[in-house]
């Protein structure tokens, strides 16, 4: 049992962070520039986005390297720099955490289908791996591949992540509601076999993130807690569904909304509750205050 699963198991609901992306591009962030280059270009700006949410009160805090896999960076020219960007955003979010909160290094999709071949299975998983070493090298207290719609794919990131690290792993998939009244993924997984992926590859932290804002998230910790009662559960909701106003996209679900509802998501059996899009410090420090009643 690692940092994290201890901290789960002293039974008290951990509160993550909320957006970053989001922050990034108010500070200057350009649409078409790398989010993981800032790690070394503009250290600062990243550190005041990890502080926030700390001094908000956050339990554990994320890392800006979400798009940190060189499947992902080769885009931008970057790719050779995997391993130096990753291990600079942990150590910028370590910087802001202190002793206060824990830190999770973020892995997301690499824009890949692997599903439909797209890339070689093993590129991707060599590519994870350096992600990793990247994450765990700066001292990281666990990892989160996130924002996973293709179970081959997390299945590769977490094995590539269990295998250079000892870290426990978390595991979120993005679930929309279909007409049907279902909760899949765009690539049609469901939430069953999800969980059959994320426990047969010795996932540690099951969940979702983004697609639903907290109401449809607590539906779906309800449908994982009916197929498992027991393993820990980590649930990022947008600030509310997304709306589109003035040719913006923005998420309407203020932190007084928003806060009174993860009591729900608790009770449905979530551990680590947090945001994503549109969650900003005030919604996470007015969620620690809702949870701390």
């Known amino acids: 049992m690692g940092i994290l699963l201890n901290k789960i198991a002293e039974g008290r609901t951990l509160v993550s962070d909320g957006a970053w992306g989001t922050f990034l591009h108010m500070k200057g962030l350009k649409a078409d520039e790398c989010p993981e280059s800032w790690n070394l270009e503009h250290p600062g700006e990243v550190l005041e986005i990890a502080q926030s949410y700390v001094d908000a009160g956050a339990d554990l805090i994320l890392t ?8 992902k960076l080769e885009g931008y020219g970057l790719s050779a720099q995997t391993y130096e960007l ?18 999770l ?17 093993q590129e991707v998983y060599k590519g994870f791996m350096e992600q990793a070493r990247g994450l ?4 990281v207290d666990g990892i989160v591949v996130e924002t996973m719609t293709d179970p081959e794919e997390a299945r590769i990131a977490i094995e590539a992540i269990k295998k250079v690290t000892k870290l426990d792993v978390a595991c979120t998939f993005t679930f929309s509601l279909t007409q049907a009244g279902d909760y899949l993924t765009m690539m049609g997984t469901g939430i069953g076999e999800y969980l059959d992926m994320a ?24 449908e994982i807690r ?34 009174p509802q993860m009591k729900e998501l608790v009770t449905a059996g979530a551990n680590i509750v947090g945001g994503c899009c549109g969650t900003t410090p005030e919604h996470i420090r007015q969620i620690v205050a809702e949870l701390s009643k």
């Open 105 to 121: 290094g973020s892995m997301g999709p690499t824009g890949k289908m692997v599903m439909m071949s797209e890339v070689p299975p």
């Open 199 to 222: 426990r047969s590859a010795g996932v540690d932290v099951i969940g979702a993130n983004c697609g639903n804002g907290t109401a449809g998230m607590i539906e779906i910790v309800k």
């Open 64 to 71: 800006n390297s979400f798009g940190g896999s060189p499947l």
């Open 226 to 259: 009916a197929l498992d009662a027991n393993i820990p559960v980590l649930v990022h909701a947008n600030a509310g569904l997304p709306q589109y106003q003035d040719g913006k996209t923005i998420f309407p679900e203020t932190p007084g909304e928003m806060a």
């Open 136 to 139: 765990a090298e700066g001292g």
């Open 86 to 103: 990753n291990k600079a955003a942990v150590e910028i979010s370590k910087k802001a955490a202190g002793v206060r909160a824990l830190v």
